[in-house]
């Protein structure tokens, strides 16, 4: 009997790993690469949400950065489809310098694109997906920027977080000034992301 109880625990645990993901590869207008992203040393969640790990996770360095324009396709492949049910969104930073130099301090961060909820029955339109892009907007100021991706798993309070940074260099920007908020310091934890609960 204990025998099989730890067969089950196995198990569990097994599944709950394989169901983690990472932002693998970069999308950037009609183009992919590896190079530049800042790949997640495991799938592990970044926990709590006050860590400066939760600007680009516990990663290996990226080796390029790379051109894309202002109003070209941008966001990440994930490593497999998003299986935890939380909302997921893509952010740029605008680096102070070099993009490969930054570590995403500072009142930098803008969001571009969220993938939120859907009611009756409770879901998330990011469920599913193995690819989360949306489009740089078209007056994004030109410079180097870190864009990163989440996806925050509401299963199990308190909120599990899978994100990952790339380098970019943005071109034919525009004049545009978004708000910014810090990164740790946009969600608290007791913001309505980090203790939610689901009901089916």
Sequence with gaps: MKFASSLIALATIAQTASAHYIFQTLVYGDQTTNAAVREALSNSPVQPCTST???????????????????????????????????????????????????????????????????????????????????????????????????????NPPAEFYLGCAQINIVNGGSGNPSKVSIPGYISETGKHHHATLVA
């Design 53 to 155: 790990n939760m600007r680009c996770n516990i990663a290996n360095p990226a080796t390029e950065t790379v051109d894309v324009s202002a109003g070209d396709t941008i966001g990440f492949i994930l490593s497999t489809a998003i299986f935890h049910q939380g909302p997921a969104a893509i952010y740029l930073g605008q680096a102070p310098g070099n993009a490969s130099d930054w570590d995403g301090s500072g009142e930098a961060w803008f969001k571009i694109a969220e993938w939120s909820a859907t009611f009756n029955p409770v879901n998330f339109t990011d469920v599913g997906l193995t690819e989360l892009t949306t489009t740089i907007p078209q007056d994004t100021p030109s410079g180097q920027y870190l864009v990163r991706g989440e996806q925050i798993g509401l299963q």
